[in-house]
């Protein structure tokens, strides 16, 4: 059983900061790609940024320059630092992870819940 929880959201001014973290559990082997997802409301869900097993990274042009994708192996933890946050940023932020349980097993795609990010004006 593998488990993705995020936390970090909350409500915050323009212009601030904010840092989310997702953290993986359960019966874990490998960890691929991980990455960072946000749906607005009445949208779609799109990708934020994402980080290879070897840490090489991929962003939306809308945060190039203002978030910055990290994960800890060791821990099993993948991490947005998002600064200088606008309105349009509001969003449900979604981790994913694409994980291998166990040496035999296929690699699964897990999602956590999601977490809030409200910009306010």
């Known amino acids: 059983q593998v488990q993705l929880v995020e936390s970090g959201g909350e409500l915050v001014q323009a212009g601030g900061s904010l840092r989310l973290s997702c953290a993986a559990s359960?019966?874990?082997?490998?960890?691929?790609?991980m990455g960072w997802y946000r749906q607005a409301p009445g949208k779609q869900r799109h990708l934020v940024a994402a980080?290879?097993?070897?840490?090489?990274?991929n962003y939306a042009d809308s945060v190039k320059g203002r978030f910055t994708i990290t994960r800890d192996n060791a821990k099993n933890t993948v991490y947005l630092e998002m600064n200088n946050l606008k309105p349009e940023d509001t969003a449900v932020y979604y981790c994913n992870a694409e994980i291998q349980s166990g040496v035999w097993s296929r690699t699964m795609t897990y999602w956590g819940k999601g977490t809030l990010v409200t910009v306010s004006s």
């Open positions: 980080i290879t097993s070897r840490s090489r990274t």
């Open positions: 359960g019966s874990i082997a490998s960890i691929s790609n």
